[in-house]
């Protein structure tokens, strides 16, 4: 499979703070790559740079078969770029703004909003097309956005954060957006804080921290990197449950839920191995569930940090 983009020993410094350390990346024509990493991790720099819109300090860069350094201008006509931050003008209407953004493509008049009325059309943008942009909600101009980024066809698109501040069904609409344009040929590059994201949609996913790359894999290839798999037994009686913990020596007890914690990866092999040993001491077992490790727990692993998500709940927790 040819490389969309090939990235060795890319650097970049403001000043004197380092905020990328030689990054090697290389996506796939054709697929999904997903860069994570916490704040200030150096995501959106890397965006930046592979979109032209900042020169790196040292480093081999080909996007779209093209030389970054010698050839912008060819990359800049293969790819499209999603900020964080919208880019619709909300004093005009969806559809007006996708015909400026096809004139600053010199498609010309008619192509401009023939082009326009098709992109209204497969982002379900076709009523509100006519209203102002100010009005659209989250969502509809997260679309927007996206349907504006694909005026000029191109083949990398670089999205940055691109699901941030949505409600859960715009998260979702916006993924089956994504997967569409992926499965019509193009490659997506997108930095995310959320890990379900790049779960649900990355071929490949890199974790940047103090803007060095501390994994890259796929997310199965990623989670067993992550300790932590366990499958949790719950007893209703105290003396099963006593019972269990001399049958089961490695387990982690919690006597006052009457739940052992057995340390197991989740294979097929050592879950049937654990049922043996239940089955052979006739304990009776209330309820067993089975976790491996996620994403949450590669990122901790990898960045030593939680996620977002886990921040979240932390800072609630003290508020209390």
């Known amino acids: 499979m040819s490389s969309a983009i090939d990235v060795r020993g890319l650097r970049k410094s403001y000043g004197d703070k380092l905020v990328l350390d030689g990054i090697d990346l290389t996506v796939a024509e054709g697929t999904i790559f997903a860069l994570l990493g916490p704040n200030g991790a150096g995501k959106t720099t890397v965006v930046r740079i592979l979109s032209t819109l900042a020169a790196a300090d040292t480093g081999e860069i080909r996007v ?51 082009r326009a009325d098709e992109l209204l059309e497969q982002f379900d943008l076709v009523e ?90 796929t997310a199965e290839e990623l989670k067993r990197l992550a300790p932590g798999g366990h499958i949790r037994l ?45 089955d052979d001491a006739s304990l009776e077992v209330d309820e067993l569930t089975v976790h491996t490790p996620d994403l949450d727990d590669v990122f901790f692993a990898v960045t030593g940090q939680p996620t977002s998500h886990e921040e979240v709940l932390q800072n609630e927790g003290t508020a209390k």
């Not at 770029?81 to 559809?95: E, P, Y």
């Open 128 to 217: 509100a097309g006519q209203k102002l942009a100010s009005t659209y909600s989250g969502g509809m101009k997260r679309r927007l956005d996206l349907a504006m980024t694909l005026v000029g066809r191109p083949r990398i698109i670089f999205l940055d954060e691109p699901t941030t501040g949505l409600d859960p069904r715009s998260r979702h609409s916006m993924w089956t957006m994504i997967r569409e344009l992926v499965a019509g040929g193009v490659t997506v590059l997108l930095t995310t804080q959320y890990l379900e994201e790049a779960d649900q949609l990355a071929d490949r996913i890199a974790v940047l921290d103090h803007g060095r790359l501390v994994a890259q894999g």
């Open 64 to 114: 779209a078969g093209h030389d970054l350094h010698s050839g912008p201008e060819a990359v800049r006509a293969a790819i499209g770029v999603t900020g964080q931050f919208s880019a619709v003008d909300g004093l005009m209407t969806g559809r007006e703004n996708l015909i400026l953004m096809a004139d600053l493509y010199h498609l010309g008049k008619q192509e401009a909003r023939r």
């Open 234 to 278: 719950r007893f209703t009686s105290p003396e099963e449950f006593a019972l269990a913990g001399r049958v089961l020596p490695t387990a982690v007890p919690n006597p006052e839920t009457l739940v052992l914690q057995v340390p197991n990866d989740g294979s097929v092999h050592a879950l049937r191995d654990l049922l043996a040993r239940i």
